[in-house]
């Protein structure tokens, strides 16, 4: 079976088409949070992904993807306010860490990024599965991943969709964390607003992974 893998460049464009997604979301996703929570989602998510878009770019070239996924999340945290600062943060920096020698992203890497954002959105958040945050859809992608076999292009494309499916499902959980708690039964109805732009952020991952596996960036071994 051909095996794709994402070098340390189109790892960047994928965190960069990421940001673009979530900027062009920024309404959307305050939307999510209005239903359900402060409403600042949204502007929260921009203010991330732009901090890190302007890190990314002072990075020298040739920075290993283990690094790259830790700058970029020091720079979300650092710019950030709100829970997510924290959690998407460590999440991303964690990830790195995950695959500190790493010269490629295939599907052992991949799986390895997955499963170190769920733990550290765990240990950071205390959430379980089915709390309504942005675990649900981490915890989902793991779920199938750990099952799945192909190419990072087609686990990418699996996670999405997986993902997409978690992040809707939340609309049938209640809170038990964090300020919408308080809220019962009333936050049924509406997604949570961390797991929607979770699976926007991979989402736009699978998109461009899907993009570069036309070019050079993506090795076909
Ligand atoms: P804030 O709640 O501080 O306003 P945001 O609106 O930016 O922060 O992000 C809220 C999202 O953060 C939630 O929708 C949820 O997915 C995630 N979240 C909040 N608290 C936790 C937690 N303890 N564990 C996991 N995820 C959490
Ligand atoms: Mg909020």
Known sequence: MKTACI????????????ATRIEAAEAELNGFD????????????RLGFQAMRRRLSELPEG?????????AGKAF???????IGVLLG??????????????????DELKKVFGAMERAVAETGKAKPGDKTMLDPLHAIN???SGSDGDVCELLSIA????????????????????ASRLGDRVLGHPDPGAMSFALIVAAFAEQARSLSQSTQVAHI
């Open 34 to 45: 209005s239903a359900i929570g402060d409403g600042d989602h949204g502007i929260t998510m």
């Open 160 to 179: 999405a969709q997986v993902a997409q499916t978690a992040a809707r499902g939340t609309a049938n959980m209640v809170c038990r964390l964090g300020r």
């Open 143 to 145: 779920e199938v991943l």
């Open 63 to 71: 920075m290993a993807i283990g690094q790259v996924l830790r700058e």
């Open 77 to 83: 945290m650092g710019s950030t306010g709100g829970a």
């Open 90 to 107: 460590r999440a991303l920096i964690n990830a790195g860490a995950a695959i500190p020698e790493a010269q490629d992203v295939g599907p």
């Open 7 to 18: 070098n340390a460049m189109a790892v960047r464009g994928l965190l960069l088409h990421a």
